[in-house]
Nanobody, 129 residues
Framework: QVQLVESGGGSVQAGGSLRLSCAAS????????MGWFRQVPGKEREGVAI????????YYVDSVKGRFTISRDNAESTLHLQMNSLKPEDPAMYFC??????????????????????WGQGTQVTVSS
């Protein structure tokens, strides 16, 4: 059974950094699209960055390009999101997600698709100005 568990959230001042981790178990995750998403109350969930496990391809939404880096530790089956230069608009509940196959592993001017099959419970990120 696929299970995703996020960690690493917390409170940081604007301009600071946080590193989120997502421990993935219950599968090999070969040919999976994995990603980080965020959501604030009253708004739709937004894709932030995605990672294709078979090749390491990545995609970022414009608002985080140059500041966030998605990566995967294959040995530990852990997905990371390094967040630098955090801004007041970055606070949200951050979720890790996984989906078999490449169907959602891309982006467009409408952002990243959110119909991933598997989701974690989320980790809260707070940024103070």
């Amino acid at each position: 059974q696929v299970q995703l568990v996020e960690s690493g959230g917390g409170s940081v001042q604007a301009g600071g950094s946080l590193r989120l981790s997502c421990a993935a178990s219950g599968g090999t995750y070969r040919n999976y699209c994995m990603g980080w998403f965020r959501q604030v109350p009253g708004k739709e969930r937004e894709g932030v960055a995605i990672y294709w496990t078979s090749g390491g391809g990545t995609y970022y939404v414009d608002s985080v390009k140059g500041r966030f880096t998605i990566s995967r530790d294959n040995a530990e089956s852990t997905l990371h999101l390094q967040m630098n230069s955090l801004k007041p608009e970055d606070p949200a509940m951050y979720f890790c997600a996984a989906d078999p196959g490449p169907r959602f592993c891309g982006g467009s001017n409408r952002g990243i698709r959110t119909e991933f099959q598997y989701w974690g419970q989320g980790t809260q990120v707070t940024v103070s100005s």
